[in-house]
């Protein structure tokens, strides 16, 4: 989709993961390169906490890497996004498009010992779409019929197209096809929730690894909401247990990546990410691994809270006074690109065509570096709007590299003639919680794919889309989008 208008400031692609991989004291060779190593424990790294392992409410990577770990849906994704059966024996759409029919496996059981059936992801399901749960991802289930009904509060949850006519047969009702739906049903969000347990620790439910239910591959213990360290053990109760390799994952959250590289070298960590300054050193050893993914790295501005904000002159100026190649390039040096537009490239392809989805949707000017342009439209859009000096906070987490990041941001900003700017740094927590309060002048967001379609990224900039924080709206914006994917808005 090609579009003119200046959405919001886009910093930064981050599509390339650098990570060297190697041997801990706890995974030693053995001498057969096929023969594996009798104690599968494995030390792992992760840049955020957890936020929450509620699956209805868990929106953050911090969350949902876990719950991947954890839990288990319909399907789950293969190599290159091919879909997999999770706990679907089998599928019957109809010929329009609009019933699914999955047959659901006897065999899995929660972590409590309790069987897993159909009516599990009813309750969820429903749970997620309440507007009461405030889900941050209840917008995934846009084409299950009525519910817009429900996010307008004309219809009940219990309403949602979706019903379990036996335990092991689960039948969900779209409003229009969705060419994306099996997708998305590999995604947390539609995993399946034990009604017993959510009821049982009420607000406690998924605060820690005590007051959590789920179903997946690994048993979660040693996490009580806040700590930065937590195990994860293979899970006898898992259908296909025979299949999960390793006996042990241990995680601990490594903010800086120094800290993990020595750990790395003290074999006390298996896996590292590696900073931009480090890359050199060390891309040329055989662990030395490079990751290509979807995600992207925008700024969302609070156009309730800051007036200026609103001018689309200043937000122009903002955008244009970030040199987003050097960002990606010399500061972050990671593996980030500068970016062609808000979807990120290399993650989808047209079909007919083969053309990357950025390549055809570019717009040079929506993402172009002018210093001297963005200061004119910085002079005209501060007249407009009667001002001469405006303050703005800059919110993000506090890893390595998100400091990095907002002090390049503050060192450009502070460009434009009567611009200051104030840095916050912050555990992943607070930024979301802030983010999500509107407690932000800026805030810098990343988006990483949950299913591979544009959608995915294109949504989140409507009006009804409860993770646009930054409120900015433009309604033929939402009226080409849900024209072109047949969607039905909540206005």
Avoid at 321 to 332: D, F
Avoid at 400 to 427: E, M
Wanted: aromatic residues 10%; charged residues 20%; contains cysteine.
């Amino acid at each position: 989709m090609k579009f003119n208008k200046h959405l919001l400031l886009i910093t930064g692609v981050l599509a390339v993961m650098l990570v060297l991989a190697g041997c801990g004291n706890n995974s030693s060779s053995t001498k057969s390169s096929k023969q594996m190593a009798k104690d599968q424990t494995i030390n792992l790294s992760t840049s955020s906490e957890i936020s929450t392992l509620d699956i209805a409410k868990a929106s953050d990577s911090g969350s949902l890497t876990p719950l991947y770990q954890i839990s288990e849906g319909i399907y789950r994704l293969g190599p290159k996004s091919k879909v997999e059966n999770g706990l679907a024996t089998s599928t019957k759409v109809s010929n329009d498009g609009l019933t699914y029919t999955f047959k659901l496996r006897t065999n899995d059981k929660w972590n409590n010992g309790q069987p897993v059936t159909a009516k599990d992801f009813v309750y969820g399901w429903r749970r997620v779409v309440n507007p009461k749960t405030a889900a941050g991802y209840s917008y995934l289930f846009e084409g299950v019929k009525n519910y817009s009904a429900i996010q307008k509060g004309h219809l009940s949850a219990n309403k949602l197209g979706v019903y379990a006519p036996n335990s092991h047969t689960l039948v969900v009702k779209l409003s229009h096809p969705v060419p994306y739906f099996k997708l998305l049903l590999a995604f947390p969000t539609f995993f399946p929730q034990q009604e017993s347990a959510v009821k049982k620790y009420g607000s406690r439910y998924g605060t820690s690894s005590a007051t959590t239910a789920y179903n997946g591959p690994f048993v979660l213990s040693k996490w009580n909401g806040t700590s930065d360290t937590w195990t994860m053990t293979k899970n006898p109760n898992y259908w296909d247990k025979k299949h999960v390799k390793a006996h042990q994952l241990d995680f601990q959250v490594i903010k800086t990546p120094s800290t993990g590289l020595s750990l790395y070298q003290q074999n006390k960590l298996d896996v590292i990410s590696l900073s931009g300054e480090e890359v050199p050193t060390y891309k040329n050893r055989p662990e030395f691994k490079k990751f290509v993914g979807g995600s992207t790295m925008y700024l969302e501005m609070n156009q309730k809270r800051v007036k200026a904000l609103k001018n689309t002159k200043v937000r122009q100026a903002l955008s244009r006074i970030i040199n987003k190649q050097t960002l990606a390039s010399q500061v972050l040096r990671d593996g980030s690109t500068a970016p062609k537009g808000f979807v990120s490239t290399n993650f989808f392809r047209n079909p007919k065509t083969g053309a990357d989805f950025a390549k055809d949707a570019y717009e040079k000017d929506g993402v172009a570096y002018n210093q001297s342009q963005a200061k004119k439209l910085w002079q005209q859009g501060m007249k407009q709007v009667g001002q001469k000096k405006l303050h703005l906070s800059l919110l993000s987490d506090d890893t390595d590299q998100s400091k990095k990041t907002t002090q390049y941001l503050q060192s450009q900003f502070n460009k434009l003639p009567g611009l200051s700017i104030t840095i916050h740094n912050v555990p992943t927590k607070s930024k979301l919680s802030r983010s999500t309060s509107g407690d932000f002048d800026l805030v810098v967001s990343s988006w990483g794919a949950d299913f591979a379609d544009p959608i995915n990224f294109l949504d989140l900039l409507t009006k009804s889309n409860p993770t646009n924080n930054g409120h900015w709206v433009n309604a033929t914006y939402d009226k080409k989008l849900f024209s072109i994917f047949d969607f039905d808005p909540i206005i």
